[in-house]
């Protein structure tokens, strides 16, 4: 097997990116994907970065809100944030999210 392009998940160590937010995370040439699991009631304060930020919701409930307007995601939908807009978020059940960055977050390399 090619391990340069084939690679196992389980192989990814999960790293606590905020309290609650344990997250596996894959950098690209040009994207950074974050899995993360979330335990209900953890929260993200709002930020903002340089990154485009596409959030997926695979299970639970989650708000994010982007702009100062919060709005509840269930599983099935996504959000795509500009770049430089503020945003934040808080998990309203345990979730299972998939945030995509482009470019790639150099500062979650550093985790």
């Known amino acids: 097997m090619d391990t340069s392009i084939f690679k196992y998940f389980k192989d990814i160590e999960t790293r606590d ?33 340089i990154h485009e930020q596409c959030a997926f919701v695979l299970e639970g409930q989650f708000q994010l809100t982007v702009n100062g307007i919060p709005q509840i995601m269930e599983k099935g939908m996504f959000a795509i944030i500009p770049p430089n807009v503020p ?24 985790l």
């Open 17 to 49: 990116i905020a309290p609650g937010y344990h997250s596996k995370i894959i950098h690209t040439a040009t994207n950074t994907i974050n899995f993360i699991e979330v335990d209900a009631g953890s929260e993200v304060p709002p930020h903002q970065h």
């Open 87 to 110: 945003h934040g978020g808080r998990a309203i059940t345990d979730c299972k999210l998939i945030d995509l960055f482009s470019p790639p977050r150099e500062d979650f390399k550093l």
